[in-house]
Nanobody, 121 residues
């Protein structure tokens, strides 16, 4: 089992920035990729960004390219921590953001509990 704990959500004005963090622990077999999905009210969950832990390569949804950056903490004791730096936030970025983990970046096996991000206009 993998445990994922998100933090860093909150309320921000349009144009502002937030950084989400996700700390992972548990089984190592699913370490291949970590990522972020989001779900807005009345909408389906959608892919936001992901990072492959073996080589650091990344993928982004078109809606966040150039504004969001996913990264991994490379310090030895916190290598299972992943960040999502969000800049130039828009009201349409308002959603619950979920940290994910698994071998398939677009169909993750494990999900965190979610953290709310609200962008006011």
């Amino acid at each position: 089992q993998v445990q994922l704990v998100e933090s860093g959500g909150g309320l921000v004005q349009a144009g502002g920035s937030l950084r989400l963090s996700c700390a992972a622990s548990g089984r190592t077999l699913s370490w291949y990729g970590m990522g972020w999905f989001r779900q807005a009210p009345g909408e389906e969950r959608e892919f936001v960004a992901a990072i492959r832990l073996n080589d650091g390569s990344t993928e982004y949804a078109d809606s966040v390219k150039g504004r969001f950056t996913i990264s991994r903490d490379n310090a030895k004791n916190t290598q299972n921590t992943v960040y999502l730096q969000m800049s130039s936030l828009k009201p349409e970025d308002t959603a619950v953001y979920y940290c994910t983990n698994g071998p398939d970046l677009r169909r993750p096996n494990y999900w965190g509990q979610g953290t709310q991000v609200t962008v006011s206009s």
